[in-house]
Every structure is written in structure tokens, then in C-alpha cells.
């Protein structure tokens, strides 16, 4: 069964950067749509970047237009969301997941199938 693996959190200042990587070790994430969803403390699992398969559409929720990137790296087999500018709202557990391909990606998190442990940033001076 496909398990993500994410990579990359951390504590940064406000203004700072991180890249997150997404995982699956024995699979070909390029088969999959791959979401990035993050969770902060007493709230829900929010939608924060996806990317398709089938079509390369992307998607980010208006909060991180501008600042955050999502890509692909097949020869790496690696999918990632490089995160610039962070602000202290950022602060969250982030959780790579996976769908099966469509043209548009979702940002719903109960469209996808699989998950990884999640990654903690942390966003403070």
C-alpha cells in the first residue's frame, strides 16, 4: 500500500523559508495527484496546495498565492512545496496526501486515499 513520507519542517523566523518534501518510497508519485494539507492547533485539516497528474494544474489556497510552490521532481520521485516568506499564521502540522489522478486536484481533505505522518513548521522569532 502507498505510504508518504514528508520531510523537511522545522522552526524558522517570520520572513524565512523552508521546502517540504513528499515521499513514497516503491511508488511513482508522477501516477498520482498529490495534495498538501496542513493542520494547526483546535482547527481542521485546511487545503493548502495541490498539483495534478493527468493535466500539471495546480492550486493554493489565497492565503499562500505568492508565497508558497508546489513541483515535481521525477527523476527524484519526489513532489515538494517550497515555502517562502513565512508568516507566524503558518504554523501547523503539514501532511503530504495522494489521489488517484484527475484533471483538476482537490483540495478536499476526504478526496484522498493516502497519507503521510505529517512534518511540523513552526513559524516564530
Known amino acids: 500500500q502507498l505510504q508518504l513520507v514528508e520531510s523537511g519542517g522545522g522552526l524558522v523566523q517570520p520572513g524565512g523559508s523552508l521546502r517540504l518534501s513528499c515521499a513514497a518510497p516503491?511508488?511513482?508519485?508522477?501516477?498520482?495527484?498529490i495534495g498538501w494539507f496542513r493542520q494547526a492547533p483546535g482547527k481542521g485539516r485546511e487545503g493548502v496546495s495541490c498539483?495534478?497528474?493527468?493535466?500539471?494544474?495546480?492550486n493554493y489556497t489565497d492565503s499562500v498565492k505568492g508565497r508558497f510552490t508546489i513541483s515535481r521532481d521525477n527523476a527524484k520521485n519526489t513532489v515538494y512545496l517550497q515555502m517562502n516568506s513565512l508568516k507566524p499564521e503558518d504554523t501547523a502540522v503539514y501532511y503530504c496526501?495522494?489521489?488517484?489522478?484527475?484533471?483538476?486536484?482537490?483540495?478536499?481533505?476526504?478526496?484522498?486515499?493516502?497519507w503521510g505522518q505529517g512534518t511540523q513548521v513552526t513559524v516564530s522569532s
Open positions: 516503491g511508488f511513482t508519485l508522477d501516477y498520482y495527484n
Open positions: 496526501a495522494a489521489e488517484t489522478p484527475r484533471y483538476y486536484c482537490s483540495g478536499y481533505a476526504n478526496e484522498y486515499d493516502y
Open positions: 498539483i495534478s497528474s493527468s493535466s500539471g494544474k495546480t
